[in-house]
Every structure is written in C-alpha cells, then in structure tokens.
C-alpha cells in the first residue's frame, strides 16, 4: 500500500507540473501570435504610409518621420523599427546616413510595388464598367509540396480578381485581364504548367452557383456595409485627426481589391454596394487629403529639426 501512496504522490505532483507546462506553453504560442500580428500590422500600416505620403515626395524619408506617424497611428518604436527593418530587408527600401540619422529610400522595387498598388487601390470600382460576356478562365497546377509557389500565385491572382471555384481552376468575366495574367505566369515560371482561354459561357451549369463557389460574396458585402458605416461617420476636428483617419481609410480600403472581383451588373443579383462604398472613400479621401499632408510635412519637419 506504501508503494502505491508514494506512485500516487509523485503523479499527483507531475500532472500539476505538467499541466504547468502545458499552459506556459501555450502562453508562449499565445503571446508569439500576437506579436506576429502587431509586427504584420505595423508593417502594413508602413507600407499604406509609404504609399500616400513618401512615393509622392521622391521615395525619401527620415526615419524619426517614420516613427512618429506610426506613433500616431498606435505602433510602439520598437515595433516601428522593426517594420523598418523587415521592408528594408525585403529589398523595398535602403537606408543613408546623414550624421547621426537615418533617411530612407525607396528601392526601384519598393517604388514599382508602390505604384502597382496605388494605381490598383485608387482605380478599383471608380466607376462603372460595361461587359462583353466574355470570360477568362485559367488552369495551372502547382503541387502542395510547393507551398509558397502556391501562395504566391493565389496572391497574385486573386490581386488581378481572378477566382477559384476549384483547385487549379481560375477564373474572371474580363477577358481583358489575359496579357496581365500571362505575365504573373512567366513571371512565376509556370509557362508549361498552365494554359488559358477567353470566350462566352456556354449554357451549361448555374453561373450563379460558379459565382459563388469562386468568390465569397456575402461576406464581401457584409464587409462593404461595415466599412461605410464606420467611416462615413467619422469627424475630423484637427490635422492630426486627418492622418489618422486618411490611413485608417486607405488601409481598409485597399482589402478590397483582393476580395471583390467587380462582377458586371449582369452578374448580381441585386444592388451592389461596392460602388457605394467606392464613393465614400473617395469623398473622404479628397476631404481630408489637404489636412493629412499637412500633418505629414509637420512630422517630416519636426524629424529633421532634431540632432
């Protein structure tokens, strides 16, 4: 009977022991996770900051600029740095020194990547556009072992408005979409893994049911009405309050683009509130454009003013 008191004793004390364990490491996984989150989120608040305040200004900036109107927007310094630092190591920027500071350009690449952007973010659903009946459909397999390749050609297709009602099946109704398509496939090296056609539908199949399979629409609207009524609301009493909320709405905006195809007219079922969401971002946009910049060159200046 001893000899079972003492087993039961010692396992009575390693499962608390290991329950502790346990827990701590999920504390760690937990916390791991929110700071990928808060270094993802710092980064994309950089890289819409770059977009509408530095590539208007010849790619240059300082980095206390930086850091302040991250600041402004939440992002702690240390976490701004390594923003910084992450964009420069992804080739987007390169830093000089002046002296004790640190003034940031941007590279042919961040500035290409930066105007694709800008061009795609500013464009989308600016107006109304007619439709032939014509379709762009794409197949390129790429096996799962080729994990990022598969990323980066979902991320690239998908940024173009293409959707996939199945695996390796792509499509859009925009056949005018074939050259820039067929330069993310050169460009991913998948010339003799894919192959496309443009043309009508054929009266075979629920169009609506391909539709839906490709793209999720409902969740696309439900994301169009929150953005309206988050931001139509929205009062501006200072150029501070400008900046923040001229990033805040760029930085909701540019999803966008990657979630909605801007299906033809023919293709909904009923009022689409895509354009209406368009209209308000870009009455905001104008609105505080003035003041936001204002802000800006006041960071800008500040930063430079300091040894």
């Known amino acids: 009977?001893?000899?079972?008191?003492?087993?039961?004793?010692?396992?009575?004390?390693?499962?608390?022991?290991?329950?502790?364990?346990?827990?701590?490491?999920?504390?760690?996984?937990?916390?791991?996770?929110?700071?990928?989150?808060?270094?993802?989120s710092a980064r994309s608040l950089l890289l819409t900051v770059l977009g509408e305040f530095v590539l208007p200004r010849r790619g240059e900036v300082w980095t206390g600029t930086l850091v302040t109107a991250l600041g402004a927007l939440g992002v702690e310094e240390k976490s701004a740095r390594q923003a910084l630092s992450r964009t420069a190591a992804e080739g987007l920027l390169e830093s000089?020194?002046?002296?004790?500071?640190?003034?940031?350009?941007?590279?042919?690449?961040g500035d290409r990547l930066l105007r694709e952007g800008t061009e795609r973010i500013y464009g989308f659903m600016r107006g109304p556009h007619g439709w032939d009946g014509r379709w762009l459909v794409v197949t390129a397999g790429?096996?799962?072992?080729?994990?990022?390749?598969?990323?980066?050609?979902?991320?690239?297709?998908?940024?173009?408005?293409?959707?996939?009602?199945?695996?390796?099946?792509w499509?859009?109704?925009?056949?005018?979409?074939?050259?820039?398509?067929?330069?993310?496939?050169?460009?991913l090296d998948l010339a003799d893994r894919a192959y496309a056609w443009t043309g009508?539908?054929?009266?075979?199949?629920d169009a609506a049911k391909l539709i839906t399979a490709a793209w999720d629409l409902d969740d696309v609207e439900k994301r169009?009405?929150?953005?309206?009524?988050?931001?139509?609301?929205?009062?501006?009493?200072?150029?501070?309050?400008?900046?923040?909320?001229?990033?805040?709405?760029i930085q909701e905006w540019r999803?966008?683009?990657?979630?909605?195809?801007?299906?033809?007219?023919?293709?909904?079922?009923?009022?689409?509130?895509?354009?209406?969401?368009?209209?308000?971002?870009?009455?905001?946009?104008?609105?505080w454009h003035r003041r936001a910049q204002a802000e800006w060159d006041r960071m800008d200046e500040g930063a430079a003013a300091r040894s």
């Open 1 to 40: 009977m001893r000899l079972t008191s003492e087993t039961d004793d010692r396992r009575a004390d390693v499962a608390p022991r290991e329950a502790r364990t346990e827990t701590g490491a999920q504390t760690g996984r937990a916390a791991d996770r929110q700071r990928d989150k808060a270094a993802a």
């Open 96 to 109: 000089v020194r002046h002296g004790r500071k640190v003034r940031w350009n941007l590279t042919e690449a």
């Open 142 to 169: 790429v096996p799962e072992a080729q994990r990022q390749l598969r990323h980066r050609l979902r991320t690239k297709l998908t940024w173009l408005g293409l959707g996939s009602p199945s695996p390796t099946l």
């Open 171 to 187: 499509i859009v109704p925009d056949a005018s979409k074939e050259a820039a398509v067929r330069d993310v496939i050169h460009e």
């Open 200 to 205: 009508p539908s054929a009266s075979i199949g």
């Open 224 to 249: 169009y009405l929150a953005f309206i009524e988050r931001f139509e609301r929205l009062a501006v009493e200072s150029d501070r309050d400008a900046f923040v909320n001229q990033v805040l709405l």
């Open 255 to 287: 999803h966008f683009p990657f979630l909605d195809p801007d299906l033809p007219a023919e293709l909904l079922e009923h009022d689409w509130p895509g354009p209406r969401a368009a209209a308000v971002f870009h009455d905001l946009h104008n609105r």
